[in-house]
Nanobody, 123 residues
Framework: QVQLVESGGGLVQAGDSLRLSCTTSGATLSRYAVGWFRQSPGKEREFVSN????????DYADAVKGRFTISRDNPKNTLYLQMNSLKPEDTAVYYC????????????????WGQGTQVTVSS
């Protein structure tokens, strides 16, 4: 059973940084394409970033490009999302996800999901 557990969310001020972690059990994360998504109240879950397998090519939503960085530590079986220069509009529940096959920008194409971690950015 593949399980993903996010951590690292919190309440910060605009301009601050946070690093989200997604710890995986039951699977070797390096063999999956992975992604980060976020969801605000009343909105659909939206793509933030993804990374492929085996080549760890990454992509980002325009709204976070240049501020967020996705990475993974294979020995630790952990995915990260470094978030810098946070803005109030980044406030959301952030989810990590994994899928077999190539990178995807669509939530419905991911096989496994974490429970989410809340990020709140005050102005």
């Amino acid at each position: 059973q593949v399980q993903l557990v996010e951590s690292g969310g919190g309440l910060v001020q605009a301009g601050d940084s946070l690093r989200l972690s997604c710890t995986t059990s039951g699977a070797t994360l390096s063999r999956y394409a992975v992604g980060w998504f976020r969801q605000s109240p009343g909105k659909e879950r939206e793509f933030v970033s993804n990374m492929g397998w085996p080549a760890s090519i990454a992509d980002y939503a325009d709204a976070v490009k240049g501020r967020f960085t996705i990475s993974r530590d294979n020995p630790k079986n952990t995915l990260y999302l470094q978030m810098n220069s946070l803005k109030p509009e980044d406030t959301a529940v952030y989810y990590c996800a994994a899928r077999r096959g190539g990178r995807s920008y669509l939530p419905r194409e991911y096989d496994y999901w974490g429970q989410g971690t809340q990020v709140t950015v005050s102005s």
